[in-house]
């Protein structure tokens, strides 16, 4: 992959040199679209999108090839912030959106909503879907049919008191996690190194999702994992490293450049893995009514049994509920054990907090949680630095939008810029600083409500927020409970759809003793 940025590079520079990248000029400006918002815009005297300041797509094609900023989307965006405002537009491969960039303005956009709020289309997601003839999941499909969907989905998963009956089984694999960590600690020639911290809670995550939806452990945690589970694994992080570059190029290049194939592939791993999971679960359930016993409490179970959904619907919604669980868990993990082995004194006030709450052997149970304020300040604060997904996407389908001063025709595409609005010093001072403190009621320290949303908000927010959060919070009390964690080398954030170290984090666990 990093061989081949560089000649795209130099690809983009002659492309921009040349004859055919003026027909970039051409874009159509989404408010010709009809003449209603121009209207409105003459009565009230709002200006419209083509008023609106932002980077033209040449220049933006640069920084991204040119520059290096394709996969720190996230940095130039946060630059734009500053030259252009808090709102500002652009165009990325012939599609021209909003940026919002601020508290005020996202909270007035999300109120003007429609009854079933619209994501960005995931137009590649929903192209491979239909290459493949598959279902639509979660995050593809749209309107009606996605709150059908989504409200079958939510059951047993989307309130706290659903995941209570997950603890028991959730801090089996954290048992294993641990003992892993130590393996990997006395294989390692320090006595104390995991190499690649982020694979290990990948493999953790993977098992963990896969012990709720299906009651099913695969042994990702185990000395030998299959490669069909590691290509499954690693199939995730390849296909949001080559999203992130489609996303980026015209249509006309996924002919001939590699990256296209690549995203396609490693979503026909993961349709493959889901379908393979989904048909043991289809025998299992045979096997149980033919002896008459109880189907048991399996997500998956219901989804299967409920007469609501196909199969073919249940095996087009899997891939994305995998990949979700994935990646909101393992990165966060990753990215919490980074800052607290960067900052010892947060790591013993934490280890002081879990110490008092579930003492000795003591494993702790749903209801220890919220008698650790510190913990989950520290989940917060790491998703406020390292938000899942640093930008999102709104669709107001239904009706123009009037924000800022500004009327905008339906459809427009208002992307979220979720990591500038986590590091507004208005809200967050010294916000590149891990302060989880600043998240303790006790300390009456206050923020704008839409300044940080790590899950997303209302009804098309993340249904997995309360297993996320329950998986978090069990894992890193157990972990820092048994381990010292101490640095390894700083590394940069890179932008692979979610937030990822530029090189592996590397950490040492020491033991404590008791």
Not at 6 to 20: E, M, N, Y
Not at 348 to 357: I, T
Request: hydrophobic share 40%; charged share 25%.
């Amino acid at each position: 992959m990093a061989s081949l940025l560089p000649r795209l590079g130099r690809a983009v520079r002659f492309w921009i040199q040349s004859p055919a990248a003026g027909r970039l000029r051409d874009v159509r400006p989404l408010s010709s679209m009809g003449v209603s918002g121009a209207q409105v815009a003459e009565k009230t005297r709002l200006k419209t999108i083509d008023d609106l300041p932002g980077p033209s797509q040449l220049e933006l094609l640069y920084w991204f090839f040119v520059r290096g900023y394709l996969f720190r989307s996230h940095e130039l965006e946060a630059k734009l912030r500053m030259k252009y405002g808090p709102m500002w537009k652009s165009t990325v491969a012939e599609v021209q959106f909003v940026n919002i960039a601020s508290p005020e303005l996202l909270e007035a956009l999300l109120k003007q909503e429609d009854k079933y709020p619209m994501r960005a289309d995931m137009a590649k997601w929903r192209r491979h879907r239909d290459l493949k003839g598959h279902s639509y999941g979660p995050l593809t499909e749209q309107g009606h049919r996605w709150h059908v969907l989504r409200t079958m989905m939510n059951k047993n998963i989307a309130k706290p008191g659903d995941v209570v009956r997950y603890t028991d089984s959730l801090n089996e694999v954290i048992g294993e996690l641990l003992t892993k960590i130590k393996q990997l600690t006395e294989a390692n020639p320090s006595g104390l190194e995991v190499k690649n911290v982020a694979e290990l809670m990948y493999s953790f995550a993977f098992e963990s999702i896969c012990e709720i939806i299906f009651e099913t452990r695969l042994g990702c945690l185990k000395s030998e994992i299959s490669e069909e589970t590691r290509n499954m694994i690693r199939s995730v992080g390849t296909m949001m490293e080559n999203q992130v570059i489609i996303e980026h190029l015209p249509e006309w290049t996924s002919s001939w450049l590699p990256y296209w194939e690549r995203f396609v592939e490693s979503w026909d791993t993961l349709f493959a893995y889901g379908s393979k999971m989904i048909n043991m679960k289809m025998e299992d359930i045979e096997r149980r009514l033919q002896r008459g016993d109880d189907l048991g409490g399996a997500y998956i179970t219901y989804l299967l049994t409920n007469g609501k959904l196909s199969l073919k619907e249940v095996v087009g919604l899997m891939p994305e509920l995998l990949q979700a669980g994935i990646d909101t868990t393992s990165n966060t993990m990753t990215w919490a054990l980074y800052q607290l082995a960067r900052n010892p004194e947060i790591q013993n006030a934490l280890y002081e907090e879990v110490m008092s709450v579930i003492p000795g052997e003591k494993v702790p149970a749903y209801e220890d949680l919220p008698k650790m304020p510190l913990l989950k300040a520290v989940v917060k604060e790491t998703l406020r630095m390292y938000p899942v997904v640093p930008q999102n996407g709104r669709v107001i389908t239904d009706k123009e939008a009037v924000l800022g001063g500004y009327v905008f025709p339906k459809n427009t595409l208002f992307v979220l810029s979720n990591y500038v609005l986590c590091y507004d010093e208005n809200n967050f001072p010294e916000p590149h600083q891990f302060r989880p403190q600043r998240w303790l009621r006790s300390l009456g320290i206050k923020h704008h409500p839409f300044s940080s949303l790590p899950f997303g908000h209302g009804v098309r927010g993340c249904m997995g927020r309360r297993v996320a959060e329950l998986e978090m919070h069990l894992a890193l009390s157990q972990i820092i409970k048994k381990f010292q964690v101490l640095p390894g080398l700083e590394v940069k954030v890179i932008n692979r759809v979610v937030l990822v170290s530029d090189i592996p984090i590397d950490l040492q666990f020491n033991e404590r003793q008791t």
